[in-house]
C-alpha cells in the first residue's frame, strides 16, 4: 500500500506553481471521444458493430457493458494485451461510447512522478474510463498508489511530520481503468491480478482486413475494388492500423499515376514501389532475416546483436518487427536467440545446406 504524503506532493507554494505550469502535463486527452481530429480518429469505429475483428473479445465485453449498465456501477478493469495496431485503444473507445461515459488517456511513460498519477486520479468523475497505455513501464510507486485506487477506489495520504503525522483515505469515485501494453509478461504479479477481465487481441486475417479497409475508404471517400482492398490487406502484417496507413498511401498513387481507383494491380504495384512484398515484409523485415542467414549461418544469435549490427533500436525489432514474423513461421525465438526458418530460406531464395538441413 503507497501512502503519499500531501505535505511533499501538493505543494501550493508559488514556487511549485510556477513548476508545475512548465512541466508537462501527463494527460493525452481529457475530454469526451472525438474521433474527427486526425486520420486515426476519423476513422475509429464508436460501436462494436463497426469494430471488425476480436469477435470473442466483442461478446465477452458486450456482457460486461450490459451487466454493469444494469447493475448502474462501473465495468471491472480491463487489461489488453497484443502486438501494436490491433486496436486496444480504439477498442477502449468504444468501451466508453457504449458506457455513455468519458475517457481520459495517459501512457505510463509520462507518469513519472506521484503526482501526475494522483492528480488524473483525483479529477475522474463517477464511472469514467482511466486509459493507460503501455502500463507495463508504469515505475514502482505509481504502481503502488493505483493498488488502493483500483481496489478500494481511494488514495492513502499522510499529513503533519514527525509526531504530528497522520494517515487520510482520500475516497475516490468508482471508475474504470484499461491497461494497454505490448509485454503482458513485464507486468508485476499485483497489477495484473487487480484487472477484472485481461485479453489477448490476435492478428486480424485477410478477410477480416479486406473489410477495414473497404471501410476505411468508404470513409475517406476513396474509391477501391474487392481485388484492391484484398490486396492491401494481404500485405497489411495482421494489423489493422498498417492497413489503414497503407490504404492512405496507395490512395496517393492511385490519384497521382492512375485513374484514382485502387484495383488490385494498382494495389500490388504501389506497394511495390514502397518496398512492402506480399508477405506484408518491409526493408527491415528482410534486412533482419537476410543477416541471421548471411552473417550468422541462420542463428541463434541474440536480439541485442542483431539491433546492432542493424543500427536499430532492440525495443523496435521486438515490439514491431519480431511479433509478425514469429507469427508467420519465419523467425523462431530460442533459449539462445533468434534463428530464422526453413520458411524464411525458401520465401527468401537461400538454400540451405546440409549442416543447416540436419540442424533444423
Known amino acids: 500500500m503507497a501512502i503519499i504524503s500531501d505535505d511533499k506532493y501538493f505543494n501550493n ?4 506553481k510556477k513548476k508545475s505550469d512548465t512541466n508537462k502535463s501527463p494527460m493525452v486527452k481529457a475530454v469526451s471521444i472525438e474521433y474527427d481530429r486526425t486520420f486515426e480518429n476519423t476513422i475509429r469505429p464508436k ?14 465485453l458486450k456482457i460486461s457493458i450490459e451487466a454493469a449498465k444494469l447493475r448502474n456501477s462501473p465495468m471491472d478493469h480491463l487489461l489488453f494485451y497484443g ?54 513501464r508504469l515505475n514502482k510507486i505509481a504502481e503502488e498508489i493505483l493498488y488502493p485506487a483500483m481496489e478500494d477506489f481511494s488514495l492513502d495520504m499522510t499529513t503533519g511530520k514527525s509526531q504530528t503525522v497522520k494517515t487520510l483515505r ?21 497489477l495484473r491480478d ?23 475508404a468508404k470513409i475517406l471517400d476513396i474509391q477501391i475494388t474487392e481485388e484492391g482492398a484484398k490486396s492491401i490487406a494481404k500485405r497489411s502484417r495482421g494489423t489493422p ?21 485502387i484495383s488490385g494491380k494498382v494495389a500490388d504495384s504501389s506497394l511495390d514501389v514502397l518496398k512492402i512484398d506480399e508477405y506484408g515484409l ?8 537476410n543477416l541471421i542467414i548471411e552473417k550468422y549461418d541462420g542463428g541463434p544469435v541474440g536480439i541485442e546483436t542483431i539491433a546492432a549490427a542493424l543500427s536499430e533500436d532492440v525495443r523496435t525489432l521486438e515490439d514491431i518487427c519480431e511479433p509478425y514474423l514469429l507469427q508467420s513461421g519465419l523467425l523462431q525465438r530460442t533459449p539462445r536467440g533468434r534463428k530464422v526458418s ?19
Do not use: C, W
Open 83 to 136: 502486438p501494436p495496431g490491433l486496436g486496444k485503444t480504439t477498442l477502449a473507445g468504444v468501451i466508453a461510447e457504449q458506457m455513455g461515459v468519458e475517457m481520459k488517456i495517459t501512457s505510463a511513460p509520462s507518469l513519472e512522478r506521484p503526482r501526475d498519477i494522483i492528480g488524473i486520479l483525483m479529477s475522474l468523475k463517477g464511472g469514467e474510463i482511466l486509459f493507460i497505455d503501455e502500463i507495463h
Open 194 to 216: 487487480r484487472f477484472g477481465i485481461i485479453y489477448r487481441l490476435q492478428f486480424y486475417s485477410t478477410e477480416e482486413l479486406t473489410q477495414v479497409i473497404k471501410r476505411t
Open 282 to 289: 518491409d526493408t527491415t523485415d528482410r534486412a533482419l532475416l
Open 241 to 261: 492500423r498498417i492497413a489503414n496507413r497503407l490504404t492512405k498511401r496507395v490512395s496517393d498513387f492511385a490519384l497521382i499515376k492512375y485513374n484514382g481507383i
Open 13 to 16: 507554494s508559488d514556487n511549485d
Open 342 to 360: 526453413p520458411e524464411a530460406y525458401r520465401y527468401l531464395g537461400k538454400k540451405l545446406d546440409n549442416l543447416q538441413q540436419n540442424l533444423f
Open 47 to 60: 460501436n462494436f458493430d463497426d469494430y471488425i475483428g476480436q469477435t470473442s473479445l466483442k461478446e465477452t
Open 170 to 190: 482520500i475516497p475516490l469515485p468508482k471508475f474504470t481503468l484499461i491497461g494497454a501494453t505490448t509485454k503482458a509478461g513485464e507486468l508485476s504479479g499485483p
